[in-house]
Structure formats: C-alpha cells, structure tokens
C-alpha cells in the first residue's frame, strides 16, 4: 500500500509535466517566385539542400530554447549565394575550381511567425560576408548557414527583423 501512495503522486507529476511541455513550431521554407529564376543557375539539389537546412536549423534552435511553442513559421529564401561553385556552376562553367574559387556568401530569407495567440510578426533578416577576409569556412554554404543560424537564434530571442 506504502508504494502506491508513493506512486500516485509521482504519476500526477509526470502527467503534468508531460502535458506542459511544449509542442514544437511549425517550420515551412519555400524560395521566392524571384529567386526562383536564380535557383537554377546553382542547381535545384543545392538550393533544396539549403531549404531543408534552413527548416532543420530553425526547427532544432527553437526546440532546444523551447520558443515560439505552437507557432507556425514561414519562411521564404529571397537570396542565396555560395562561398564556393556549386555542381551545376561547375558544370555550366568548367573555368571555375570547386576548391580554390572563393566568393562571398550569405543568404537573404524573409516571412512571417504567427504566434498561438494570432499575432502575425514579419520577419526579414540577411547576412553576407562583406570581404573575402570573413570568408572563414571552406563549404559551399558557409556563409548561407551562418546566416540560417543566426536568424534562428533571432526568432527564438523574439527578434524578427534585423535593422
């Protein structure tokens, strides 16, 4: 009888707990109609490998912090541009070398969080390596993913436009 007494309380407070805690964000990233045109220029498996890690990046960083719980995120790649060539900018240009080409990279993505309570709040943030010097990583998408991290630590922070 001693154990059930020490039980029910017990299963009331994980009961509890398990009904507080949080239901993740819902994460949609699409590419604008006008980046689009451009998408294709760095090849349809680059650009959806880079939606696919936006909508991880974010997805990850907001569970972790447990922010923005039962929120629906949309969120639309305006730019992407690569710190080296991609596949398809190799292909149609044989000149360029996928090891030694180096650009400056970044990414541009903007679209709107709605709250559980129904607040709609725009969000629009960019970032891009400004010279060749900032240009720390070796991939591809250095520049891209710095840009998709730190947007996600601005939503989870309640910050969604980058001034």
Not at 113 to 126: I, L, R
Not at 134 to 153: I, K, N
């Amino acid at each position: 009888m001693r154990h059930f007494a020490f039980l029910a309380p017990l299963t009331a407070a994980i009961a509890l707990a398990g009904a507080a805690a949080a239901q993740p964000s819902s994460v949609s990233v699409t590419v604008s109609p006008d980046f689009a045109k451009t998408a294709a220029e760095l090849g349809q498996r680059d650009v959806q490998q880079q939606v696919d890690d936006l909508t991880a990046t974010v997805t990850r960083v907001l569970t972790e912090r447990n922010a923005l719980d039962v929120a629906r995120i949309e969120l639309v790649i305006t730019d992407l541009k690569p710190n080296r060539p991609t596949m398809q900018q190799v292909t149609d240009k044989p000149g360029l070398d996928m090891m030694r080409s180096l650009s400056i990279g970044g990414a541009a993505i903007e679209g709107s969080v709605t709250t559980a309570s129904g607040e709609v709040h725009p969000v629009k943030y960019d970032y891009y390596s400004s010279t060749l010097a900032e240009v720390r990583g070796s991939t591809t998408w250095q520049d891209a993913s710095t840009a998709f991290d730190r947007l996600a630590r601005n939503l989870a922070e309640g910050r969604y436009v980058k001034r």
